[in-house]
Nanobody
Framework: QVQLVQSGGGSAQAGGSLRLSCAASGDFPRAFSMAWFRQAPGKEREGVACTSGYGGASYADSVQGRFTASIDSAQKTFYLQMNSLKAEDTAIYYC???????????????????WGQGTQVTVSS
């Protein structure tokens, strides 16, 4: 079982930036998919970004061009860089990891069984 521990987040003004981190414990193969989700009050969970051990990334239209998902393989840490933040980015953000995942990454929540604890991001306008 891989454990994911999140850090970062907090508050920012609209137009500002924040970075989320997700540190993974334990060993896992290169064949993985890693994703970032968010959930705002009263809204459904949204897969905002994903990347895989083989490279490539996918982003929701709502964050395309503003958010960047990356991986530090040596540190087994995943990052979500969030730029040009908007008030509608306010949500609890979760990282998630799917192991033995071939091919491109997925932003579908039901394929993930390893989740971080969540971190609040609040953007004020």
């Amino acid at each position: 079982q891989v454990q994911l521990v999140q850090s970062g987040g907090g508050s920012a003004q609209a137009g500002g930036s924040l970075r989320l981190s997700c540190a993974a414990s334990g060993d896992f193969p290169r064949a993985f998919s890693m994703a970032w989700f968010r959930q705002a009050p009263g809204k459904e969970r949204e897969g905002v970004a994903c990347t895989s051990g083989y490279g490539g990334a996918s982003y929701a239209d709502s964050v395309q061009g503003r958010f960047t998902a990356s991986i530090d393989s040596a540190q087994k840490t995943f990052y979500l860089q969030m730029n040009s933040l908007k008030a509608e980015d306010t949500a609890i953000y979760y990282c998630a990891l799917a192991l033995d995942w071939p091919g491109t990454c997925s932003r579908a929540g039901d394929v993930y069984f390893n989740w971080g604890q969540g971190t609040q991001v609040t953007v004020s306008s």
